[in-house]
T-cell receptor, first 113, second 109 residues
Framework: DAGITQSPRHKVTETGTPVTLRCHQT?????MYWYRQDPGHGLRLIHY???????DKGEVSDGYSVSRSKTEDFLLTLESATSSQTSVYFC????????????FGPGTRLTVL | KQEVTQIPAALSVPEGENLVLNCSFT??????LQWFRQDPGKGLTSLLL?????REQTSGRLNASLDKSSGRSTLYIAASQPGDSATYLC????????FGTGTSLTVIP
């Protein structure tokens, strides 16, 4: 298995509070991604990174920000969490954007009350 | 916007049966198509990756085909086993990544 960890694995928070999720890789892959998975919607891309300090928006980026200060870490921040952001969040990594397999982390279950 | 559809949403088969899972997409301008497996409460595991220039890929009992012009891919599972029970997702890569909602497969012993 690819070396990808996510923390925390579970979190319950209240509306309006800031939340940061962390993804850590030991594979030295260039690309890192954040997805959310919701019933009926499948996985949707939130943001991705193609290098340190290089990020771009995905399909559902509103309400989320990301940062990548080191190759191995990719942070997802909800500045002010809302109930609509209750979801399971997955991090993924790949060597390239278009030609290589994506490897997924175990996921973080976030509940916003 | 790319739309990825997987039909059926759920499938139940007896052990030993061969089966086909379907994936369709609306925009043929893709780099590749990937099939994943997801077990309950777990992350996704990559099964097969087909580049846009390829027609099929095989791994053990799994065979995936790609017809880019018609916007279709199939995942063929031979001699199904109870351990194959999981949700199978397809994803296409273009300027973004788009996933289908998956087919939940149950293989009955």
């Amino acid at each position: 298995d690819a070396g990808i960890t996510q923390s925390p694995r579970h979190k319950v928070t209240e509306t309006g509070t800031p939340v940061t999720l962390r993804c850590h890789q030991t594979e030295n892959h260039r690309y890192m991604y954040w997805y959310r998975q919701d019933p009926g919607h499948g996985l949707r891309l939130i943001h991705y990174s193609y290098g340190v300090k290089d990020t771009d928006k995905g399909e559902v980026s509103d309400g989320y920000s990301v940062s990548r200060s080191k190759t191995e870490d990719f942070l997802l921040t909800l500045e002010s969490a809302t109930s609509s952001q209750t979801s399971v969040y997955f991090c993924a990594i790949s060597e390239s954007f278009s030609t290589d397999t994506q490897y997924f982390g175990p996921g973080t279950r976030l509940t916003v009350l | 916007k790319q739309e990825v559809t997987q039909i059926p949403a759920a499938l139940s088969v007896p052990e030993g049966e061969n089966l086909v899972l379907n994936c369709s997409f609306t925009d043929s301008a893709i780099y590749n198509l990937q099939w994943f497996r997801q077990d309950p409460g777990k992350g996704l595991t990559s099964l097969l990756l087909i580049q846009s220039s390829q027609r099929e890929q095989t791994s053990g009992r799994l065979n995936a085909s790609l017809d880019k012009s018609s916007g279709r891919s199939t995942l063929y599972i031979a001699a199904s086993q109870p351990g194959d029970s999981a949700t199978y997702l397809c994803a296409v890569s273009g300027n973004q990544f788009y996933f289908g909602t998956g087919t939940s497969l149950t293989v009955i012993p």
